[in-house]
């Protein structure tokens, strides 16, 4: 399950790792006391003797400070969100991830939601109403999956801790000072625990039939030993990526040279004694493991599997659609793309079939960055102008425009063989970190000119780095709602934004609209394969040979895309629901108001209130069109 701790470790790790997520959190905790106050006196505002205007304002100020109360309740226990946020309160510790620790976070919330429920909404504003409804859905939804709390796979290949300690380190650990560099090392020291702590969940759901396939033990294997490999664990020439990130941190101070030696001996003694054997310890529990996995892919293969499906479908799409209806609303949105790209077919003069096409799409050089150096700085440069470009028309589009930057950068090498094609992590609340698309060129044939263009709207502006960095900067709203995650919402938005850019002018090449037809086509795909592999009982070749049938992708996109969806069930169908849901209710509104329809307006309001369920969404359009008319 995922509590709002628990949570946050996952989160992060989604940040860091490729999938897209938002973070982020205050200051310590005032006295718990406040908290209970809030919940005795909200029933009695009503009686107050300065009349109804001050009442509602009391029950205003009342539920501002519940949601601050239990939004820094949640930071001040998360040190991993408090890094990603800028706070160094716990900069030396990482999260408790024991079941003690869970079951603490849902009783905490479990008594937050009966507090929620004794708040006067009639004397509150439509805003407030809102956030207190979103608030309420947020924790039910936890609630709900709790009771499939050892189901989720704590390690698997796409993402886990073995990656998440070197990428956490390397990307949000900054050392602008001594102390920070103290705090690095007791971190290094610190994961010896936090592994211990990540071996008994395995043994928890060894106990109870749960594990992932046998061929991603193989990559978690290979991905924990690259951490571990380089100076100072083995002979080499090659620094090991922890060891080199903190080297080029400390030189950046311009300490002493007794200092810097210092640093770098307490840095070798943490890595020999602390991280070495903390990595090979978890190395052998997944050795033993991997022997102990069932044969299939799918979760239909552990106890409760069906019923832990629906729950993540739920969780992730934000609705109650079966396996049965995701499945065919993606074999039909397959069927309605693949007649679009036949047009692009006729457009382009291809002579042929829809599958040869796609083969001259895979396989034609024009079509491909040089698999060199000089070909990924080539790429990152091209992507960068196309976010330069369709920045300089976002005022016709939006009025909500986010003020943080945003760069291009290419995803470490120590992680890109096991990361997602691309990715977005937002920036830091304080400004100290730009936001960051991220693009894997581990394989350049992965990474086709024709799709650049709607990858960079989807996983830059106007796609994510809009929509997470205007959340984080939205004024007039409580904290906890700008860091809230409703997949369906977010990655909806970055779908809907690659087909924004085609109403906006762009894609004039018809070879880069077939492309933003081919990401459309994936994710259509993937409504079809997760159920697939999950409900149907799909083997994991099965899925891959349906990508690769049915799309352009290279077969390297279709392994690791099918590994993805195999590690994370659920999780790639939120996509095409929510893009369709933010088209059904554009078609809405500008059906509704005619001429009066205002596709800024629109944006505006989509946006304005941060992340919210697709049912949520539709109120608020519908709320919106009204104000309109």
């Not at 929509?467 to 409580?478: D, F, N, V, W, Y």
Request: charged share 25%; hydrophobic share 40%.
């Amino acid at each position: 399950m995922q509590t709002k701790r628990s949570r946050a470790l996952a989160l992060a790790i989604a940040a860091a790792l490729g999938t897209s997520v938002l973070l982020g959190g205050c200051s310590d905790a005032p006295s718990t006391n406040a908290t209970t106050n809030t919940a005795t006196n909200s029933t009695s505002s009503a009686d107050t003797t300065t009349g109804a205007a001050n009442a509602a304002a009391t029950e205003s100020e009342r539920l501002a400070a519940f949601f601050q109360q239990s939004f820094d309740e949640d930071v001040a226990n998360s040190p991993i969100w408090q890094s990603y946020l800028g706070i160094k309160d716990d900069y030396d510790k990482w999260d408790d991830m024991s079941d003690a620790s869970t079951q603490i976070e849902i009783d905490t919330i479990t008594a937050r939601l009966a507090q929620a429920k004794l708040f006067d909404t009639t004397q509150l504003s439509s805003q407030e109403q809102l956030s207190l409804e979103i608030f309420q859905q947020d924790i039910e939804r936890q609630l709900a999956n709790d009771t499939f709390r050892h189901h989720t796979y704590v390690m698997h290949q796409f993402r886990a801790a073995h990656t998440f300690v070197p990428s956490f380190l390397i990307n949000i650990h900054r050392i602008s000072e001594l102390s920070d560099a103290d705090a690095y090392i007791q971190r290094l020291h610190g994961v010896q625990s936090m592994f211990d702590q990540v071996i008994q969940q395995l043994r928890i759901r060894e106990k109870l039939g749960v594990y992932p396939p046998k061929w991603a033990y193989d990559q978690m294997i290979q991905a924990s030993n690259n951490v571990i490999s380089g100076t100072p664990f083995t002979e080499s020439a090659t620094d090991s990526t922890i060891y080199a990130d903190f080297v080029q941190k400390i030189t950046a101070l311009e300490l002493t040279e007794a200092e810097t030696a210092s640093y770098l001996s307490k840095l070798n003694t943490a890595l020999i004694q602390s991280v070495q054997p903390a990595y090979k310890k978890l190395i052998a529990e997944l050795m033993k493991q991997r022997l102990l996995s069932p044969e299939g892919d799918g979760v239909w293969r552990l106890p409760q599997g069906d019923e832990w499906y629906q729950n993540r479908l739920e969780w992730f799409t934000t609705t109650t659609l079966n396996a049965e209806e995701v499945h065919q609303i993606g074999v039909e949105n397959v069927d309605r793309i693949h007649a679009a790209m036949r047009a692009i077919m006729q457009q382009v003069s291809f002579t042929g079939t829809l599958p040869e096409f796609f083969k001259f799409m895979r396989t034609d050089p024009q079509f491909y960055y040089p698999d060199t150096d000089q070909g990924r700085l080539d790429y990152m440069a091209d992507a960068t102008a196309y976010i330069d470009k369709m920045e300089a028309a976002i005022p016709e589009y939006f009025g909500l425009t986010p003020e943080a930057r945003m760069v291009v950068k290419r995803v470490e090498a120590f992680r890109e063989k096991s990361a997602g094609k691309a990715f977005y992590q937002s920036p830091a609340i304080d400004g100290s970190r730009p936001g960051i698309y991220y693009a894997n060129l581990y394989d350049m044939s992965a990474m086709p000119t024709y799709q650049m263009e709607a990858l960079a709207y989807h996983e830059g502006i106007p796609g994510h780095h809009m929509q997470r960095a205007i959340t984080q900067e939205l004024k007039g709203i409580p904290d906890f709602q700008k860091y809230a995650s409703f997949t369906a919402y977010t990655e909806g938005w970055g779908l809907y934004t690659e087909e924004l850019g085609k109403d906006m002018g762009f894609y004039q090449d018809p070879y880069s609209d077939f492309g933003r037809l081919a990401m459309e086509l994936w994710r259509a795909c993937r409504l079809v394969v997760d159920t697939g592999l999950h409900a149907k009982r799909w083997s994991r070749e099965e899925a891959i040979e349906y990508l690769v049938e049915n799309t352009p992708n290279a077969r390297y996109d279709a392994v690791k895309a099918i590994e993805r969806y195999i590690a994370m069930p659920g999780q790639a169908t939120a996509y095409m629901i929510g893009k369709l849901k933010i088209m059904e209710l554009r078609d809405k509104s500008r059906a509704a108001l005619g001429d009066k329809f205002d596709i800024r307006g629109f944006h505006d309001e989509v946006l304005k209130d941060g992340p919210v369920p697709l049912s949520l969404l539709e109120n608020k359009i519908d709320a919106w069109i009204a104000q309109q008319q």
